[in-house]
């Protein structure tokens, strides 16, 4: 069962709000400021470097609705089945009536989602030439998704479409996405409601390619709890 969330705005501005967290952090180097002592360099780069260049972080910020909303994909699923439904409904009756409405259901989950493929092919260039760059091929990368406030993204849809990207392949089998180890989901847009209150959720991940998994669970617990204490907020956690 999902947990229930409500919408929510515990930040007003989540992509600040982080980018002053991130200082706090042992071994904060501002990777754009690096740059301006080095020779003109066209390859991507990441955003941040910490623990004395032993993380990478690059940061993505989600901050417009998805095109394709589950109301408007349902009711063009209705017209193109001819379907008719009376009174209220919901997403969950119409696919439960069909025989084929669980990969329907995928089928929506992961158009509402796709944004985030640009982002992640990006994310991974970016890690792959920051190691490059500052000669710290043994760095592990991370990349936080900040939700600012789409709404129709819920924790757990985001949660679904990310780990359907990261187990995505190359034509020759291999991992689509090889330089990223760990990525952090941070919604200020919900409120994830449970027997224990309410609290910001997050979700947190190991990449199928990850370098080190102990040091990379342990750097994004770290990030979590600090995270929840600079902002005394608590944290509501999908487990990764």
């Known amino acids: 069962m999902i947990p229930q969330t409500v919408p929510h705005s515990p930040l007003l501005d989540v992509q600040s709000r982080f980018e002053s967290f991130i200082q706090t952090i042992p071994g904060y180097e501002n990777i754009d400021a690096l740059m301006q002592a080095m020779p ?17 972080v690059e940061q993505k910020v989600l901050l417009v609705e998805p095109a394709k909303s589950p109301q408007a994909f ?3 699923l209705l017209r193109e089945r001819r379907l008719f439904v009376t009174g209220k409904t919901t997403t969950r009756r119409v696919f439960d009536s069909l025989p084929d409405g669980k990969a329907l259901e995928r089928k929506m989950l992961l158009g509402m989602t796709k944004n985030f493929e640009d982002r992640i092919d990006l994310a991974d260039e970016q890690a792959r030439d920051t190691r490059q760059i500052f000669g710290i091929p043994d760095a592990l990368a991370i990349v936080v998704i900040l939700n600012q406030s789409a709404r129709t993204l819920h924790p757990e849809l985001l949660r679904y479409g990310l780990s359907h990207l990261l187990s995505r392949t190359a034509r020759d089998g291999s991992p689509r996405y090889p330089h990223n180890d760990g990525f952090l989901v941070i919604s200020a847009s919900h409120s994830l409601m449970d027997d224990g ?38 944290i509501k956690r999908y487990e990764h």
Do not use: K
Request: hydrophobic letters at 40%; proline letters at 7%.
């Open 74 to 76: 349902v009711q063009r």
């Open 40 to 56: 003109p360099d066209q390859r991507h780069r990441a955003d941040y470097l910490l623990m004395n260049r032993r993380f990478i």
């Open 197 to 234: 209150g309410a609290g910001m959720p997050v979700f947190a991940d190991i990449s199928q390619t990850c370098r080190s998994v102990p040091d990379t669970v342990a750097f994004l617990d770290s990030l979590v709890g600090e995270w929840s204490r600079y902002n005394g907020l608590p």
